[in-house]
């Protein structure tokens, strides 16, 4: 959907970041009788990806990001109170922030939009040891596990985590995202990992890829 295609009332909420208002509207829908998963493919995700082009284009930055991630969680979150989960439910990931690492800003927005486009998603916050990934990965049956790692000296941790599931025979068993600002593309390649994100919208992508 392009951001000059006429939008809805609810997707306007989500792109103006007015949270009362897009929760208010997403009542109104269930009140009507409308089928909550249709409204979140037919209104929701198109309305994140307006706000992806938005940040793109550079007339959204971060603070706007945080914002609409906030109001399109929830809205969702109402939407999805009437959806067996098992029918939405693209697939379960685990993230966190890499042991050593306490930055979480782009960890939380990357979570919030996984969240919306319809990912079971466990954030396990930030200084999250290789371990305690594999664990809770175990525990969820989870198909991604997705690291931060927003300093260069914590890079590593992304490194261990794919030598750790290696060590234990648990590579196969996930499909592994990695981001975070000193990251890239062939750190990915160099480390193993499944794929990489450098915006929002990115990671969104790839995890919708790596499921399918």
């Known amino acids: 959907m392009s951001s000059k295609e006429k939008l809805t009332d609810l997707q306007k909420a989500i792109i103006?970041?007015?949270?009362?208002?897009?929760?208010?509207?997403?009542?109104?829908?269930l009140d009507k009788g409308a089928d909550p998963t249709k409204v979140i493919n037919d209104e929701l995700r198109p309305a994140l990806d307006i706000v992806a082009e938005?940040?793109?284009?550079?007339?959204?930055?971060?603070?706007?990001?945080?914002?609409?991630?906030?109001?399109?969680?929830a809205a969702t979150d109402v939407l999805t109170s009437k959806i067996s989960k098992e029918k939405f439910m693209r697939g379960k990931i685990v993230i966190g922030t890499v042991f050593g690492d306490i930055h979480d800003i782009g960890k939380n927005i990357v979570s919030a939009f996984l969240e919306s486009s319809g990912f079971e998603v466990y954030d396990l916050g930030t200084e999250?040891?290789?371990?305690?990934?594999?664990?809770?990965?175990?525990?969820?049956?989870?198909?991604?596990?997705?690291t931060s790692a927003l300093m260069s000296q914590t890079m590593p941790q992304q490194k261990d985590l794919l030598k750790i599931l290696k060590e234990r025979g648990l590579r196969d068993k996930y499909k592994i995202m990695i981001g975070g600002a000193p990251t890239s593309e062939a750190w990915a390649e160099e480390i193993g990992a499944d794929g990489w994100g450098e915006e929002v919208a990115d990671a969104v992508k790839k995890a919708k890829e790596l499921v399918e």
């Open 54 to 73: 938005k940040f793109e284009k550079h007339e959204y930055f971060l603070p706007h990001l945080i914002l609409c991630g906030e109001t399109m969680k």
């Open 128 to 146: 999250v040891p290789c371990l305690k990934f594999i664990e809770k990965a175990e525990e969820v049956k989870a198909d991604i596990i997705a």
């Open 16 to 29: 103006e970041y007015d949270k009362e208002k897009a929760v208010k509207l997403a009542k109104q829908r």
